[in-house]
């Protein structure tokens, strides 16, 4: 019975707490009933990092109150920004990517019935790629403007991996 969790995007599976099973006095629970989908797919706990295989359903789940259950698709990247910063959070598996867009959040124009107009975008394009024990994580130039755009904003990439990297 998956209707008490959901997808949130493509990467986060979410399974709140809904009913109590063996809550203690400080609100701590366990969660039964969590659908891991796709046997091919490795879910990644978010708040401690073990992973489990999809196509299974997880019972007894601890979910103390501080931790929401929380799952990451291996080979996720998942971008955090706001006008200031960005952080990218990586789960390197395989080949993937992410293009992250983003504008001022508040113009349109739609004074020209034949044309809208958003104020301008910049898109930028995150790869991660793993062959073998190498992991190669990219960002590529940001294309485009907006007003209001700063392109000397400071990118912090956050990589989590199931053992510590040998270098970087």
């Known amino acids: 019975n998956t209707e008490y969790q959901y997808m949130y995007g493509d ?14 006095e400080n609100g701590n629970d366990v969660r039964n009933g969590i659908y891991l989908p796709d046997k ?17 359903t ?3 789940f601890d979910a103390p109150l501080w931790k929401l259950p929380l799952f990451v698709k291996n080979g ?3 971008p955090m920004y706001d006008k200031t910063k960005r952080v990218v959070e990586f789960w390197p598996a395989g080949s993937t ?7 001022d959040g508040n113009y349109i124009d739609n004074s020209n019935k034949e044309e ?3 104020g301008g975008s910049v898109t930028t394009k995150f790869t991660s790629n793993v062959e073998g024990t190498t992991a190669t994580l990219k960002a590529e130039k940001s294309v485009g403007s907006y007003t209001g755009y700063n392109s000397n904003r400071n990118t912090t990439f956050v990589v989590n991996v199931s053992k510590e990297p040998t270098k970087v």
């Open 11 to 24: 990467s986060f599976l979410v399974a709140p707490i809904y009913e109590n099973q063996k809550s203690d």
């Open 116 to 118: 809208v107009s958003y």
């Open 97 to 103: 990517s992410f293009s992250l867009y983003e504008d």
């Open 76 to 78: 996720s990247i998942v």
């Open 40 to 56: 091919n797919q490795i879910w990644i706990d978010y708040f401690t990092g073990k992973q489990y295989k999809g196509g299974q």
């Open 58 to 60: 997880l019972n007894g």
